[in-house]
C-alpha cells in the first residue's frame, strides 16, 4: 500500500480565492477540504450533519444566534447539525473543514456562495 502524503502549505499555495473549499483528503465517508476565508459568509445550517472548523492560520468567528464564538490558529470547533452559523474573518484566516462527503458549503441557504468543491 503506497501512503500518500498531503503537505497542506503547498495546498493552500495553489488557490488564493476565498468561500471556495478544495478536497485535499477522503477518509471512509469523509472529506478533509481547505478552504481561505475574509469577510462575512452567510447565515445556514447542516440539516443532516455537524460540521468541523480548524483554524490552521489567523482567526476567525462563528456567529451563532445567540452569540459568537472566536477561534485563533490551533483551535477547532465542532458546530452541530441543525445549528444556524455564519463563519466571518476580518483578515484572510486558513481553514480546514471535515464534513460528510456531498456537504455543501452553504447547507440550506444557497445562493451567491455556493461553491462546488474541486480537488486540488
Same mark, same amino acid.
Given at each position: 500500500?503506497?501512503?500518500?502524503?498531503?503537505?497542506?502549505?503547498?495546498?493552500?499555495?495553489?488557490?488564493?480565492?476565498?468561500?471556495? $473549499? @478544495?478536497? %485535499?483528503?477522503?477518509?471512509?465517508?469523509? =472529506?478533509?477540504?481547505?478552504?481561505?476565508?475574509?469577510?462575512?459568509? +452567510?447565515?445556514?445550517?447542516?440539516?443532516?450533519?455537524?460540521?468541523?472548523?480548524?483554524?490552521?492560520?489567523?482567526?476567525?468567528?462563528?456567529?451563532?444566534?445567540?452569540?459568537?464564538?472566536?477561534?485563533?490558529?490551533?483551535?477547532?470547533?465542532?458546530? $452541530? @447539525?441543525? %445549528?444556524?452559523?455564519?463563519?466571518?474573518? =476580518?483578515?484572510?484566516?486558513?481553514?480546514?473543514?471535515?464534513?460528510? +462527503?456531498?456537504?455543501?458549503?452553504?447547507?440550506?441557504?444557497?445562493?451567491?456562495?455556493?461553491?462546488?468543491?474541486?480537488?486540488?
Amino acid at each position: 500500500m503506497q501512503e500518500k502524503v498531503v503537505n497542506l502549505a503547498q495546498k493552500f499555495s495553489l488557490f488564493s480565492e476565498h468561500w471556495s $473549499p @478544495k478536497l %485535499v483528503a477522503r477518509m471512509n465517508d469523509y =472529506e478533509f477540504k481547505l478552504v481561505r476565508i475574509q469577510g462575512d459568509f +452567510v447565515w445556514h445550517k447542516h440539516e443532516d450533519t455537524d460540521e468541523v472548523f480548524i483554524v490552521l492560520e489567523g482567526e476567525m468567528r462563528i456567529d451563532f444566534r445567540d452569540g459568537p464564538v472566536h477561534l485563533k490558529a490551533g483551535e477547532l470547533l465542532v458546530v $452541530p @447539525k441543525n %445549528v444556524e452559523h455564519k463563519p466571518y474573518a =476580518e483578515q484572510e484566516c486558513k481553514v480546514m473543514l471535515v464534513e460528510p +462527503v456531498g456537504v455543501v458549503n452553504t447547507g440550506d441557504a444557497g445562493g451567491a456562495l455556493t461553491a462546488e468543491v474541486e480537488a486540488i
